[in-house]
């Protein structure tokens, strides 16, 4: 079992920026692919940006490509998202997640490969 807990959402304007992060309870965190969603009211939960187990991959959905970045830091238990140029439709409830991986640098991009969840950060972007 692992346990996240997101941090870093709150309300910007349109064209600021916020760092979330997400802290894993397991000491064995760099054994695991680690990725950001999010959902919007009345939209299913899709994919923003996920990391392989070391960090040398990672893959942005398009909607956030330049201006989103994922990153981790194994030794602090740490999933990072870089947040710039926001915008109104960014706006959602962000959520991490982590599953094991065997390969080092496979990402997964599908909610449904991911078995841990933390409880989400509402982000807000007013325009």
């Known amino acids: 079992q692992v346990q996240l807990v997101e941090s870093g959402g709150g309300l910007v304007q349109t064209g600021g920026s916020l760092r979330l992060s997400c802290a894993a309870s397991?000491?064995?965190?760099?054994?695991?692919?680690m990725g950001w969603f999010r959902q919007a009211p009345g939209k299913e939960r899709e994919f923003v940006a996920v990391?392989?187990?070391?960090?040398?991959?990672?893959y942005n959905a398009d909607s956030v490509k330049g201006r989103f970045t994922i990153s981790r830091d194994n030794a602090k238990n740490t999933v990072y998202l870089q947040m710039n140029y926001l915008k109104p439709e960014d706006t959602a409830v962000y959520y991490c997640?982590?599953?094991?991986?065997?390969?080092?640098?496979?990402?997964?991009?599908?909610?449904?490969?991911?078995?841990?969840w933390g409880q989400g950060t509402q982000v807000t972007v007013s325009s």
């Open positions: 997640a982590a599953r094991i991986s065997v390969a080092t640098d496979t990402y997964y991009t599908l909610p449904q490969s991911y078995n841990y």
């Open positions: 397991k000491r064995t965190f760099s054994s695991y692919a």
């Open positions: 990391i392989s187990k070391s960090g040398g991959n990672t």
